[in-house]
C-alpha cells in the first residue's frame, strides 16, 4: 500500500522511522516503504494511467506550468508595466492550483467585477486553450482525471490536517470503484501540555533551547521540536539564539556553526538563495549579457570558481583596482586581460575555458539544448569547485535536476536565446523551495504546518499570542472573496483562519507525550494577550533554570574590576611621514582625528562603488580643469574684458572640450551621450563663472594649480592653490573651486575649520602678500564668489573682517590670519603626536565617512549612553 503525505518532510520523516524501526527489531535487510507526497502521487498515476492507455495528453511539469503562466502574464497589454510579471504569475499559478483544490467552478470568476479577478479570469481562459489545444494536462488538471486502477493496492494517508474539496471528492470516487484508502489514526495525544509566558519572541526561543537541552542531557535520544510560526522568515533570529545555547562558543568565536552538528532548522528557503547556486547563475549572466563592473567584482568574489582560494588576495587587489580605474563599458574580454595581466592566470585560463564552451551553444535553442551546454560552460570555469560542504552539495544535485528540467520544456517553450535560458533558470531556481535533508539530530526547529504529521516525544509550541493564532484572514488575491469562503479555501475570512488554528493546534497537542505552549509578552514594546484558543491549557510559572542568564551575561555578571582605559593614539609621526601629505590631512585631522590617521597612515579606504555616467567627484575635476584652460589662456580679466560675448563662448566651449577630450577618448556611445549632456551643463556653468568675474575689479592671472609648500607646526605639506590672482593692488586673492553645496565662510571660523585649505595656502604663500581668500562657486544656481577680502572693495561681494554682522572675535583680517595660523598648527600638532581620538567634528561627520565599521563608533557611543545612563 503507497502511503501519501502532504510534505516532502513527512515522507522523510516516516522512511527515517520506518529504519529504526527495522534495525531496533534485529532486521538487516528490508523493503524500503513506498511513501510519497500528494503530488508526486498525481504525476505517478498520470503516467501510469497513461502507459495503460486509460488517459491520453502530455505532463506538464510543474516548471513548465510556471513558464507558460509566466508567458501569458507577461504578455497581457493590460497589466501595469510597472508590475513584475514574473511575481504576479507565480501567485496566479497558485491560484489557479487553489481553483481546482478547492472545486471553485471557472464560471465563478465571471460574476466578480474586481480588476485582479478578471485579469485572472482572463489568463485562465488564455491556459486553459493553450493546454486543450495542444494536449498537455498539468497537475491541477490532472487531479480531476487520474484512476483508481493506478492506485492499486490501495493508498493510507497520514498526515493530512484537513483533506481540500478536491481531494475527498476523488477519494470518494476510488472508494466506490473499490480502491482501499485508509486514513493514518490520529495521533495519539493525551500528554501533558502547559503554557507559560515569556518576555518576548527572543526569550521564548532562549527558554524553549534551554528546556531543550535539559531534556536531551537527561537522554539523548529523545526526539525533540520546537515548533516556530513564520520560521522561514524569522530564520537567522532563531538560529542565533539556539546557537548560543547548543554551542557556547559561537558566541565567542563568531559563528555559526555548520547546521545538523547539534540541531536542525526546518525552514526551507528558495533555491536561488543557495550560495553555490547563485555563483552558478552569476557566471551564466556573464557570459549571456554585457557584463557590467557589479557583476564582474562579483565574479572576483566568487568562491565556486576555480582558483578561487590559490588567487584570493589577487583578485581581490583587481577588484580594488577595477573599481577605481574602470569605466561601465569595460567588457569580458578586456577583463580577462587584466586578469591574466594582474596575478590571475587561473581565472582568466578559466574564463577563456568559458568562450570556448560559449561558441557551442547556439545564439537561440530549444532548451534541452540549452541544459547541455548550460552544464557544458558551468563545467569549463570549474564550477563548483573542489571545496563544497554538505549542504552546498545536495544544493548543488537540486540545481543540476533543474537545469534538466528545464531541458524538459523544449515543447512548451519553443527556442529561446541563451539571456532568456538563464533567465527562465532563475525564474525557477526562485520557485523551488530548498532545504537539505534532515541529518537526524535530536532537536528539529521546525514551523507548524510542515510539522503535519510527526510525531516527538517532547515539543514547544513558541509565538502562541492572540494576533498571531488564529492569524489574520488573509484571502487569495484573484479569487472572488465569496467563492473562496463558500468552498473553505484556509484563511479566507477569520472564522476559516480560526478553524484552522484549532485543528492545527489540536495535533500539535497531540503530537508528542510532553508539550508546552509558549506565549510572548510584549512585541516591539506592544503588549500582547494570549491566544484564546489556550485559555483552557493550565499556566506554569517558568522554571529557573530556563531562564540562566546567556552565557554573554552570565560571563558579564561576572568580569573582573577592569582599568579602564581609552587608546585613542597611534605612534607619533616619523621624519618622513612629516613630509607626507598636503590640505586633505588637516581637513580629516579637523572632521575626526581617527579619520586622518586610519585614511593616510593605514591606508584605510573605502572600495569605490563603479557607477554609470559622471559621478561627484568626477564633475568637480572637470570643472577644476575647464576653468584651468580658460584663465591660462585668458591670463587676466582684461584680456577677458576684450572679448565679445561670441568670443566668449568660443573660448569657453575650448575649454570645455579640452576637459572633456580624455573622457572622451574611452567613453562608449552611452557615456559619449552622458557626456554631451555633461558638456553642455559644464559650458553654462563656467560662462555664469566668467560672467562672475568680468564684474570683479581688474586682476591678472598670478598661478593655476601650481605647486607650493609650508611648514605648518612640525609637518611640511604641499598644496595646489587651484588659482591665484593679482589684484589691482598688488597684493595676492587665493580661490578655490567647489561644486558641493558646503562651501561657506563660516566653514573657516570654528576652532577646528572644516575647510582649511584656503587658510593653509595662505600660509603657503606668506600671510602678508595675501588680501583676500575665497570659494568659487560653481553650481547650478548658485555660481560665484563667497570669501572674506582685507578690503572689500578690492575683492567686491567677499566680506571685511570688522563689517557689521561679522564675528567679533576677529575684528581684523590680521586676527583672521594669526586665529588661522594657530589652529593649522594645532591640527598639525594633533596629527604629528599620533592623536587618533574618535572624536566626529560635527557628530554627522560620520554620515559622510567609510570607517564606521573600522573605528565602531555605534559601538562606542552605545557604550557610553549605558555609561552615562542612557536608556538604551
Ligand atoms: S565614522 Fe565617524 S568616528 Fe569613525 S572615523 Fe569616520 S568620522 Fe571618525
Redesign the pocket.
Known amino acids: 500500500m503507497t502511503r501519501v503525505t502532504p510534505t516532502r518532510r513527512l515522507a522523510h520523516h516516516l522512511r527515517v522511522r520506518h529504519d529504526e524501526d527495522c534495525l531496533a527489531s534485529g532486521l538487516e535487510v528490508w523493503a524500503t516503504p513506498d511513501i510519497v507526497t500528494w503530488d508526486e502521487l498525481i504525476e505517478r498515476l498520470f503516467a501510469l494511467d497513461r502507459q495503460a492507455g486509460r488517459l491520453d495528453g502530455r505532463w506538464v511539469p510543474p516548471s513548465a506550468a510556471s513558464v507558460i503562466w509566466e508567458r501569458i502574464v507577461r504578455d497581457d497589454p493590460d497589466l501595469d508595466p510597472l508590475v513584475s510579471s514574473a511575481g504576479v504569475a507565480r501567485a496566479a499559478y497558485q491560484s489557479w492550483r487553489r481553483l481546482h483544490d478547492y472545486c471553485i467552478p471557472l464560471d465563478a470568476l465571471t460574476g466578480d467585477d474586481s480588476p485582479e479577478t478578471a485579469a485572472f479570469a482572463r489568463w485562465c481562459q488564455q491556459y486553459l486553450r493553450l493546454l486543450e489545444s495542444r494536449g498537455w494536462v498539468d497537475a491541477a488538471l490532472a487531479q480531476t482525471r487520474v484512476q483508481a486502477e493506478a492506485a492499486q493496492p490501495g493508498l493510507e494517508f497520514v498526515g493530512f490536517d484537513q483533506l481540500t474539496p478536491l481531494q475527498e471528492a476523488l477519494l470518494e470516487r476510488w472508494a466506490a470503484a473499490g480502491l482501499p484508502v485508509q486514513h493514518a489514526p490520529a495521533l495519539p495525544g493525551g500528554g501533558a501540555a502547559c503554557r507559560v509566558r515569556c518576555l518576548d519572541f527572543a526569550a521564548e526561543i532562549d527558554a524553549a533551547a534551554r528546556w531543550a537541552a535539559e531534556l536531551l542531557h537527561e537522554r539523548s535520544d529523545r526526539r525533540v521540536a520546537i515548533v516556530v510560526p513564520e520560521l522561514r522568515a524569522r530564520r537567522e533570529t532563531v538560529r542565533r539564539i539556539v546557537e548560543r545555547v547548543f554551542v557556547p562558543s559561537t558566541g565567542m568565536t563568531g559563528g555559526p556553526v555548520p547546521e545538523g552538528q547539534a540541531f536542525e532548522l526546518a525552514a526551507a528557503r528558495p533555491l536561488v538563495e543557495q550560495p553555490v547556486v547563485a555563483a552558478a547563475l552569476d557566471l551564466l549572466d556573464l557570459f549571456v549579457r554585457p557584463p557590467d563592473l557589479q557583476t564582474l567584482s562579483r565574479l572576483l568574489r566568487n568562491p565556486f570558481l576555480t582558483g578561487a582560494a590559490e588567487e584570493a588576495a589577487a583578485r581581490a587587489r583587481l577588484d580594488a583596482r577595477m573599481r577605481r580605474f574602470e569605466g561601465p563599458g569595460l567588457g569580458l574580454a578586456a577583463f580577462e586581460r587584466m586578469a591574466a595581466e594582474r596575478g590571475c592566470p587561473l581565472l582568466a585560463a578559466a574564463l577563456t575555458a568559458g568562450h570556448t564552451a560559449l561558441s557551442k551553444w547556439p545564439e537561440k535553442d530549444i532548451p534541452s539544448n540549452c541544459s547541455k551546454n548550460i552544464f557544458g560552460l558551468l563545467t569549463s570555469l570549474g564550477w563548483p569547485g573542489t571545496a563544497v560542504d554538505s549542504a552546498e552539495y545536495q544544493a548543488e544535485q537540486r540545481w543540476r535536476s533543474l537545469v534538466s528540467e528545464l531541458g524538459a520544456c523544449d515543447e512548451f517553450t519553443g527556442r529561446v536565446t541563451r539571456a532568456e535560458a538563464v533567465g527562465l533558470l532563475r525564474e525557477m531556481a526562485g520557485r523551488v523551495l530548498f532545504e537539505p535533508q534532515e541529518l537526524r539530530v535530536p532537536l528539529l526547529v521546525i514551523d507548524p504546518e510542515t510539522s503535519a504529521g510527526m510525531t516527538f516525544d517532547a515539543l514547544w509550541v513558541c509565538g502562541l499570542d492572540a494576533a498571531r493564532w488564529p492569524p489574520p484572514a488573509a484571502p487569495d488575491p484573484f479569487l472572488p472573496r465569496t467563492a473562496q469562503v463558500r468552498h473553505g479555501v484556509p484563511r479566507a475570512s477569520a472564522e476559516l483562519a480560526a478553524r484552522q488554528s484549532r485543528r492545527v493546534l489540536e495535533r500539535l497537542l497531540a503530537g508528542a507525550g510532553e508539550v508546552i505552549l509558549s506565549v510572548p509578552e510584549v512585541e516591539d514594546d506592544a503588549p500582547l494577550l494570549p491566544s484564546p484558543l489556550v485559555a483552557s491549557i493550565p499556566t506554569l510559572d517558568l522554571p529557573a533554570q530556563w531562564l540562566a542568564p546567556r552565557l554573554a551575561a552570565a560571563q558579564y555578571a561576572r568580569r573582573p574590576a577592569l582599568e579602564a582605559m581609552v587608546d585613542g593614539a597611534f605612534p607619533p609621526i616619523t621624519a618622513d611621514e612629516a613630509r607626507r601629505g598636503g590640505a586633505r590631512l588637516l581637513e580629516l585631522q579637523a572632521?575626526?582625528p581617527?579619520?586622518a590617521q586610519?585614511e593616510l597612515r593605514l591606508g584605510a579606504r573605502a572600495l569605490e562603488e563603479p557607477g554609470m555616467g559622471v559621478d561627484a567627484a568626477e564633475r568637480g575635476d572637470l570643472v577644476h580643469k575647464a576653468l584651468a584652460v580658460l584663465w591660462l589662456e585668458l591670463g587676466s580679466q582684461g584680456a577677458l574684458l576684450a572679448l565679445d560675448a561670441a568670443d566668449v563662448q568660443a573660448v569657453v566651449r575650448r575649454a570645455v572640450a579640452a576637459a572633456l577630450a580624455e573622457a572622451r577618448r574611452t567613453a562608449d556611445d552611452l557615456l559619449r551621450h552622458l557626456l554631451d549632456l555633461e558638456a553642455a551643463w559644464l559650458e553654462a556653468r563656467v560662462l555664469s563663472m566668467v560672467d562672475a568675474d568680468r564684474k570683479r575689479t581688474a586682476f591678472a592671472i598670478e598661478d593655476v594649480e601650481e605647486p607650493y609648500s609650508a611648514q605648518i607646526g612640525a609637518l611640511t605639506l604641499e598644496f595646489r592653490p587651484d588659482r591665484i590672482d593679482r589684484l589691482a593692488d598688488g597684493s595676492l586673492a587665493v580661490i578655490d573651486y567647489k561644486t558641493g553645496a558646503n562651501a561657506e565662510v563660516r566653514a573657516w571660523l570654528d576652532e577646528r575649520p572644516r575647510l582649511p585649505q584656503l587658510p593653509a595656502y595662505v600660509q603657503a604663500l606668506g600671510a602678508e602678500r595675501v588680501s583676500a581668500v575665497a570659494f568659487a562657486r560653481v553650481r547650478s544656481g548658485d555660481t560665484g564668489y563667497v570669501g572674506v577680502a582685507r578690503d572689500a572693495d578690492a575683492f567686491p561681494g567677499l566680506r571685511e573682517p570688522g563689517a557689521k554682522g561679522w564675528p567679533r572675535e576677529y575684528a581684523s583680517w590680521e586676527e583672521l590670519l594669526g586665529a588661522w595660523r594657530r589652529r593649522l598648527e594645532a591640527l598639525a600638532a594633533e596629527y604629528a603626536s599620533g592623536d587618533a581620538r574618535?572624536a566626529?567634528d560635527p557628530p554627522r561627520?560620520?554620515e559622510y565617512?567609510h570607517?564606521?565599521a573600522?573605528?565602531r563608533?555605534a559601538e562606542t557611543t552605545a557604550a557610553r549612553a549605558g555609561e552615562d545612563g542612557g536608556d538604551e
Open positions: 572632521a575626526c581617527f579619520r586610519a574618535l566626529p561627520a560620520c565617512c570607517l564606521g573600522l573605528c563608533i
